[in-house]
C-alpha cells in the first residue's frame, strides 16, 4: 500500500495570501488529522476528520480550516496568511480513528511566508 | 490539561552502545496510551514503539523498549545496539484513551529530542 502523500512538499507563500495543503491518507483509512510543527511551539494539533465530518479541533484561529472528501482525501486551508504560519504542516491517517490506534505520517508540506 | 516534558534536548550515543532517552508527562487520567515517534532528515514521523497504561509490562520492539512507571509519570525509551540509521529526532507522546465529548482525542507531543549517533 501507498503510504500518506502530502502535496505540495514545499510552498512559499506572502503574507496575505492564502494557501491550501493537500493529504492522501493510506488506502482503506478513514481518519485524518493535520499537526503543525515549528521550532519554536512543536508539534500542536490542528484538526481531526472522520467520514467527512470534522470530529476534534485545535486551538487554532478560524483562518485554519479543513475538509474531508468522500475518499478520505483532506485538505487543509490557511486564509490571511502570516508570518508565524511557516511551519512544517504534518498530515496523519488511521484506519478508524481510535485512540489506541497507529497513526501513519506523511513527510509534511513546509510552508514559507514571506 | 495534559503536559508532555522531555528535558534533553539533544543525546549522542556511540555506534553499537546504548542509549535511553527521558520522557515525563502528566496527567490526571488513569487510562491513555503513550508513544515514542522518530523523525528523521525525511520528515516522516514513524511510530517507534506503544504503550497502553493498563499494561504494566513494558513495550518491546526489536531493539527499542521503554522503561514505563506509571505512578512516577516517567516513560523512557532505551535503545539498544545503536545504529547509524536511528539518529533522529525523538518525541514523546501521550493520547488519552476515551473520548469525552468536546475534548479531542489529539496526539499531545513532548519538545523532542535530537539523538546523533556516532560511528
Same mark, same amino acid.
Given at each position: 500500500?501507498?503510504?500518506?502523500?502530502?502535496?505540495?512538499?514545499?510552498?512559499?507563500?506572502?503574507?496575505?495570501?492564502?494557501?491550501?495543503?493537500?493529504?492522501?491518507?493510506?488506502?482503506?483509512?478513514?481518519?485524518?488529522?493535520?499537526?503543525?510543527?515549528?521550532?519554536?511551539?512543536?508539534?500542536?494539533?490542528?484538526?481531526?476528520?472522520?467520514?467527512?465530518?470534522?470530529?476534534?479541533?485545535?486551538?487554532?484561529?478560524?483562518?485554519?480550516?479543513?475538509?474531508?472528501?468522500?475518499?478520505?482525501?483532506?485538505?487543509?486551508?490557511?486564509?490571511?496568511?502570516?508570518?508565524?504560519?511557516?511551519?512544517?504542516?504534518?498530515?496523519?491517517?488511521?484506519?478508524?480513528?481510535?485512540?489506541?490506534?497507529?497513526?501513519?505520517?506523511?513527510?509534511?508540506?513546509?510552508?514559507?511566508?514571506? | 490539561?495534559?503536559?508532555?516534558?522531555?528535558?534533553?534536548?539533544?543525546?549522542?550515543?556511540?555506534?553499537?552502545?546504548?542509549?535511553?532517552?527521558?520522557?515525563?508527562?502528566?496527567?490526571?487520567?488513569?487510562?491513555?496510551?503513550?508513544?515514542?515517534?522518530?523523525?528523521?532528515?525525511?520528515?516522516?514521523?514513524?511510530?517507534?514503539? &506503544?504503550?497502553?497504561? #493498563?499494561?504494566?509490562? +513494558?513495550?518491546?520492539?526489536?531493539? $527499542?523498549?521503554?522503561?514505563?512507571?506509571?505512578?512516577? /509519570?516517567?516513560?523512557?525509551?532505551?535503545?539498544?545496539?545503536?545504529?547509524?540509521?536511528?539518529?533522529?529526532?525523538?518525541?514523546?507522546?501521550? &493520547?488519552?484513551?476515551? #473520548?469525552?465529548?468536546? +475534548?479531542?482525542?489529539?496526539?499531545? $507531543?513532548?519538545?523532542?529530542?535530537?539523538?546523533?549517533? /556516532?560511528?
Amino acid at each position: 500500500k501507498a503510504g500518506v502523500t502530502q502535496t505540495p512538499r514545499y510552498l512559499i507563500k506572502t503574507r496575505g495570501q492564502q494557501v491550501t495543503l493537500s493529504c492522501s491518507p493510506i488506502s482503506g483509512h478513514r481518519s485524518v488529522s493535520w499537526y503543525q510543527q515549528t521550532p519554536g511551539q512543536g508539534l500542536q494539533f490542528l484538526f481531526e476528520y472522520f467520514s467527512e465530518t470534522q470530529r476534534n479541533k485545535g486551538n487554532f484561529p478560524g483562518r485554519f480550516s479543513g475538509r474531508q472528501f468522500s475518499n478520505s482525501r483532506s485538505e487543509m486551508n490557511v486564509s490571511t496568511l502570516e508570518l508565524g504560519d511557516s511551519a512544517l504542516y504534518l498530515c496523519a491517517s488511521s484506519p478508524e480513528g481510535a485512540l489506541g490506534e497507529k497513526l501513519f505520517f506523511g513527510s509534511g508540506t513546509q510552508l514559507s511566508v514571506l | 490539561a495534559q503536559t508532555v516534558t522531555q528535558s534533553q534536548p539533544e543525546m549522542s550515543v556511540q555506534e553499537a552502545e546504548t542509549v535511553t532517552l527521558s520522557c515525563t508527562y502528566d496527567t490526571s487520567e488513569s487510562d491513555y496510551y503513550l508513544f515514542w515517534y522518530k523523525q528523521p532528515p525525511s520528515r516522516q514521523m514513524i511510530l517507534v514503539i &506503544r504503550q497502553e497504561a #493498563y499494561k504494566q509490562q +513494558n513495550a518491546t520492539e526489536n531493539r $527499542f523498549s521503554v522503561n514505563f512507571q506509571k505512578a512516577a /509519570k516517567s516513560f523512557s525509551l532505551k535503545i539498544s545496539d545503536s545504529q547509524l540509521g536511528d539518529a533522529a529526532m525523538y518525541f514523546c507522546a501521550y &493520547r488519552r484513551a476515551v #473520548y469525552i465529548s468536546g +475534548n479531542t482525542g489529539k496526539l499531545i $507531543f513532548g519538545q523532542g529530542t535530537t539523538l546523533q549517533v /556516532k560511528p
